[in-house]
């Protein structure tokens, strides 16, 4: 009796196991993303929707639309350091800690946030320097991660992290065309970046056993020379009647040929991270007229088209910004917006040669069946000369 209950007994043991180690394998690799990761974010464009093609009137023009730079009448250097998060991803961090070792505490801080996608982008630190049609960007550090909490036969996060190092060099000029009253600005940049890039589908037993959710040492390790292309028209004065338009154009990733050099700065041997992937980018905004000390602008802007993850809503961007200008050395804006479908909303003060720059928004990281929003903060300090 006891060794016809028992066999049956190993016989389920063992196929359960095995159901548990192909689920494993079926997600060992990349975890699934539904996110369109940005290569480089402006936390005062963040605020308005992300909507800046034809805005671009800033440092970050470079990286949104090149073509800016032709536009530029001054010079700008700035120094930057910001850090962004959702409002869940400090409180699993303090779960997980509180877990520990044991695979039933850390099982129940999992399904305890099943369900949840959770950000962290810290630290993004870098320099930029534009002036009258051309610009230099070094951004030794961005580091950013996507925690996705699912299950499968038992709960799971989906880890998908970058720690990209990026240079860039910006071009810019004009040119006219007798269909056209004004001049076409036209630019481009070239961008060395290097990336490690880690995807992998962890269980609570390995979170138990001391497992990072982020390993870089086991990420896919890689560097591309890849280049963005942008055109800007901007209306003359008074075609528009009581607002200017702007139209900006932008192929971002023109090359898109992968990760092909491996420094081995992490990892001696490892795969090539995703391709950036080639992406067109098409904006417009309307200068409103100013009154007293603002200056409002209106943009919309449909991004990321040909991303693998593109939908109408996940590349539909607009806002609406409020600048205001006290002095040279005493200035901001207030922002709102739509970002793929969610609200944002931000804002910015200067004060000599000290900025601060702030936001939230909605990124969409859910299905066309399933949308999801992740609500995001990020905040922004530098130095401008």
């Not at 056209?180 to 962890?202: E, T």
């Not at 990420?219 to 900006?248: C, H, M, N």
């Not at 910015?348 to 992740?374: C, K």
């Amino acid at each position: 009796m006891s060794l016809a209950t028992s066999r049956p007994m190993s016989l389920a043991k063992a196929l359960l196991l095995s159901l548990l180690f192909l689920s494993i394998q079926a997600f060992a690799g990349r975890a699934p993303d539904y996110t369109i990761h940005q290569e480089y974010t402006s936390t005062r464009a963040l605020g308005m929707g992300n909507a800046f093609i034809a805005v671009a009137d800033d440092h970050s023009g470079m990286f949104y639309n090149p073509a800016s730079l032709a536009l530029r009448k001054d010079t700008q250097f700035r120094l930057f350091l910001r850090a962004g998060l959702d409002a869940d991803v400090m409180e699993f961090s303090d779960d997980i800690d509180k877990a520990g070792d044991d695979p039933a505490d850390m099982n129940a801080v999992l399904e305890k946030h099943y369900g949840e996608h959770m950000y962290f982008r810290a630290p993004t630190l870098g320099g930029v320097l534009v002036r009258p049609k051309w610009g230099l960007a070094i951004l030794p550090v961005d580091f950013s991660v996507d925690l996705a909490l699912h299950r499968s036969l038992m709960a799971s996060v989906f880890v998908n992290a970058y720690l990209d190092t990026t240079v860039a060099f910006a071009r810019a000029g004009t040119f006219k065309t007798k269909w056209l009253k004004n001049k076409v600005a036209y630019g481009w940049n070239a961008k060395v970046i290097h990336r490690a890039f880690y995807s992998d589908v962890l269980q609570s037993a390995q979170l138990a056993t001391g497992e990072d959710l982020v390993n870089i040492d086991r990420s896919a390790e890689g560097a591309t020379l890849d280049a963005d292309i942008g055109f800007l028209y901007e209306s003359k004065r008074g075609e528009g009647k009581w607002y200017q338009p702007t139209v900006g154009v932008v192929i971002r990733n023109a090359l898109d040929y992968g990760f092909p050099i491996n420094f081995g700065v992490f990892n001696e041997d490892p795969k090539e991270p995703p391709k950036l992937e080639r992406r067109l980018d098409i904006g417009t905004k309307f200068d409103l007229p100013s009154f007293w000390v603002f200056d409002p602008k209106l943009a919309i802007d449909v991004k990321d088209i040909g991303h693998h993850n593109w939908t109408p809503m996940k590349g539909f961007h607009a806002g609406a910004e409020m600048y205001w200008k006290m002095a040279r050395w005493w200035k901001g804006h207030w922002s709102a917006g739509i970002n793929q479908g969610y609200l944002s909303a931000g804002f910015g003060a200067r004060l000599g040669i000290f900025q601060i720059d702030a936001a939230t928004w909605g990124e969409e990281v859910g299905t066309s069946d399933a949308p999801t929003e992740s609500r995001r903060y990020i905040i922004e300090t530098s130095l401008d000369f």
